[in-house]
């Protein structure tokens, strides 16, 4: 058996790219994929329009929807709120139209790399604190007979990119390095607005590492609005394709 996830992320309802978000709308109603998860900054500015906009678009796809939240997901404006319930409004959205994925092939176990405030600029860069790493670890050592693969989901990706230098990802070597060894079959992240697939070494371990671009108008580096296709069988047998789609952004 197989199942059959498409992988979104980093749509930032806001500034979302309409007709990206409609090439995925008739891939959904077309394919029915088992589920669609996305990896993060789903809004913006996280503003409450923003998080409407997301729910309704999520709920018209009809099928089983996976989140996690982004660095764009904290209230931008309110700081109050940011300071004191920062995914207050992620968790509305994930209880209106969130959940988790059952599947007899793959489990999707989510690693938080998202924080409220943090030491340094920019803000929007990653941070996996050891408590976040703690609650993944503990999930994926119960996942360690179990023969469905095992996919980690997390906004950031663990690493930067190969050969640029220093990690934006604070924690995230050390991230990559215990995930490797607890024996996920691959991570899969959002963040850069640039896809990759690809095994990546670090600490004498080797894991799969999967990224997507956006489907939002942020552009970055030529890459145009993407998701994949990811199928998933048992024993760790993933297989990922990438779709572009047409953006809505006029060429200059
Ligand atoms: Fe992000």
């Known amino acids: 058996m197989t199942t ?11 500034v979302e790219d309409r007709a990206a978000l409609e090439a995925v709308e008739r891939a959904v109603a077309q394919e029915k994929p088992d589920a669609v998860l996305c990896t993060g900054d789903l809004t913006q500015r996280a503003k ?18 996976v ?8 209230p931008y404006y309110n700081l109050w709120e940011r300071f004191s319930d920062p995914y207050k409004r992620y968790r509305r959205l994930n209880g209106r139209v969130g959940g988790a994925l059952v599947s007899d ?4 176990v989510p690693l938080k790399t998202t924080v409220r405030a943090q030491p ?6 990653g941070i996996i604190t050891r408590s976040a790493l703690g609650e993944t670890l503990d999930r994926l050592a119960r996942l360690r007979e179990d ?12 690493l930067g990119a190969e050969g640029k230098g220093k990690n934006p990802t604070i924690g995230g070597a050390r991230a ?12 899969i992240s959002g963040h850069i607005h640039v896809p990759f697939d690809g095994v990546r070494e670090f600490g004498g371990l080797s894991l799969r590492t999967i990224g997507t671009g956006t489907l939002s108008t942020r552009l970055r580096h030529g890459a145009p609005p993407s998701y994949r296709v990811i199928t998933c069988e048992r024993g760790g047998k993933i297989a990922s394709e990438l779709r572009e789609v047409a953006t809505s952004i006029a060429p200059a």
């Open 4 to 14: 059959r996830l498409f992988h979104l992320s980093d749509v930032h309802f806001g």
């Open 48 to 65: 409450h329009s923003e998080y409407e906009a997301a729910a309704k678009w999520f709920e018209s796809l009809g099928v089983p929807v």
């Open 67 to 74: 989140l996690d939240p982004g660095n764009h997901d904290m």
């Open 105 to 108: 092939d793959v489990v999707l």
């Open 120 to 125: 340094r600029l920019p803000w929007s860069d």
């Open 147 to 158: 023969p469905r693969s095992v996919i980690v989901t997390a906004h950031h990706p663990l």
């Open 176 to 187: 990559f390095e215990a995930i490797a060894a607890a024996g996920a079959d691959a991570v």
